[in-house]
């Protein structure tokens, strides 16, 4: 391989609720000093403005059942922020940054946008204004072309979330509604998966909780520019500024993970590493690179632990990669 091939550029990506799990990041935490004193330092954080531990909530706490919107929020952008100082520990810095949906919070940790701090405090914040709100709701993962099936789905009142790739889209939507159509589709042999999450992100159903938390944003920091190569997540295009409610917009506007994909593909063959839980972000890559790429997906955290060694994978990627 010459030189030139070995060239890539190295992208950090950042994903959101429905990726969670309970013991999320375990391996790190029983097994790095950087994880696990940086997530001890967030844990405080979290426990100063809800009176619970999310180390406990994520490590000790054996229910099935992990939606609780004020757990599940900070506990996502919490581990996210941990592994980001890891691998900035690693000497390992990112040419380009991208976060979906609720990735985008510590996207803009990454970025220089805020502090670790500050968007904690603003999954909580935000958090609280969607559980105040009371909006029902949830999220259906749909294998299929989203145009065959965009005239059913609208029939039954649902709305379209995300493209993540080919054959494979998220609507968002009221249980009732996302129930009789996942019923539907099930008659038809059609493929789903409902994602444990039990509010309509990315969908209009979202707007009744918009002003309460554009109150708090009113009142919080105001964002500094993100550094260069910060991808949006929903506007799939690089910002030198962030509007003042862009962390609504992130979790509530349409996201098109192909279109991202295709964006840092245009710059050069890039070294994608997944700093979500459980590998979505690197799946979603993988389905949408071109055959003959010479990029490459790589995640940490998974459900299957191993996340040490796969730690240690990234670490000899990044000194092949001539940067």
């Given at each position: 391989?010459?030189?030139?091939?070995?060239?890539?550029?190295?992208?950090?990506?950042?994903?959101?609720?429905?990726?969670?799990?309970?013991?999320?990041?375990?391996?790190?935490?029983?097994?790095?000093?950087?994880?696990?004193?940086?997530?001890?330092?967030?844990?405080?954080?979290?426990?100063?403005?809800?009176?619970?531990?999310?180390?406990?909530?994520?490590?000790?706490?054996?229910?099935?059942?992990?939606?609780?919107?004020?757990?599940?929020?900070?506990?996502?952008?919490?581990?996210?922020?941990?592994?980001?100082?890891?691998?900035?520990?690693?000497?390992?810095?990112?040419?380009?940054?991208?976060?979906?949906?609720?990735?985008?919070?510590?996207?803009?940790?990454?970025?220089?946008?805020?502090?670790?701090?500050?968007?904690?405090?603003?999954?909580?914040?935000?958090?609280?204004?969607?559980?105040?709100?009371?909006?029902?709701?949830?999220?259906?993962?749909?294998?299929?072309?989203?145009?065959?099936?965009?005239?059913?789905?609208?029939?039954?009142?649902?709305?379209?979330?995300?493209?993540?790739?080919?054959?494979?889209?998220?609507?968002?939507?009221?249980?009732?509604?996302?129930?009789?159509?996942?019923?539907?589709?099930?008659?038809?042999?059609?493929?789903?998966?409902?994602?444990?999450?039990?509010?309509?992100?990315?969908?209009?159903?979202?707007?009744?909780?918009?002003?309460?938390?554009?109150?708090?944003?009113?009142?919080?920091?105001?964002?500094?520019?993100?550094?260069?190569?910060?991808?949006?997540?929903?506007?799939?295009?690089?910002?030198?500024?962030?509007?003042?409610?862009?962390?609504?917009?992130?979790?509530?506007?349409?996201?098109?993970?192909?279109?991202?994909?295709?964006?840092?593909?245009?710059?050069?063959?890039?070294?994608?590493?997944?700093?979500?839980?459980?590998?979505?972000?690197?799946?979603?890559?993988?389905?949408?690179?071109?055959?003959?790429?010479?990029?490459?997906?790589?995640?940490i955290m998974s459900?299957?632990?191993?996340?040490?060694?796969?730690l240690e994978k990234?670490?000899?990627?990044?000194?092949?990669?001539?940067?």
């Open positions: 391989m010459t030189e030139n091939e070995l060239k890539r550029h190295i992208v950090f990506l950042f994903s959101g609720q429905g990726s969670h799990y309970r013991g999320m990041g375990r391996e790190l935490y029983e097994q790095h000093p950087k994880f696990k004193s940086c997530l001890e330092k967030l844990d405080q954080m979290v426990h100063k403005q809800l009176n619970y531990s999310l180390i406990d909530e994520l490590y000790t706490n054996t229910e099935e059942t992990f939606d609780d919107l004020l757990i599940t929020h900070p506990a996502i952008v919490a581990v996210e922020i941990a592994l980001y100082e890891v691998l900035l520990e690693m000497g390992i810095k990112p040419d380009f940054i991208s976060g979906n949906s609720l990735g985008e919070f510590a996207a803009g940790v990454a970025s220089g946008v805020w502090d670790a701090a500050s968007a904690i405090e603003a999954a909580i914040e935000q958090a609280k204004s969607i559980c105040r709100a009371d909006i029902e709701g949830g999220m259906l993962v749909v294998f299929a072309e989203e145009i065959k099936l965009r005239s059913l789905y609208e029939q039954h009142q649902l709305f379209l979330a995300s493209d993540n790739f080919k054959g494979h889209f998220t609507l968002s939507g009221k249980t009732s509604h996302l129930e009789v159509f996942e019923s539907k589709l099930s008659e038809e042999g059609m493929s789903t998966f409902r994602l444990p999450v039990n509010v309509p992100f990315h969908s209009p159903l979202m707007k009744t909780a918009k002003a309460d938390f554009d109150q708090y944003s009113s009142s919080a920091s105001v964002f500094k520019a993100p550094a260069k190569g910060f991808i949006s997540g929903f506007e799939a295009k690089e910002l030198s500024e962030l509007s003042d409610d862009y962390f609504w917009q992130a979790v509530s506007q349409y996201t098109n993970f192909t279109k991202i994909i295709d964006l840092l593909e245009a710059k050069g063959p890039c070294l994608y590493i997944d700093m979500g839980p459980s590998g979505t972000s690197a799946a979603f890559v993988k389905y949408n690179l071109q055959p003959g790429t010479s990029s490459e997906v790589l995640t459900p299957y632990r191993r996340e040490m060694e796969q990234v670490q000899h990627k990044i000194k092949d990669t001539v940067v």
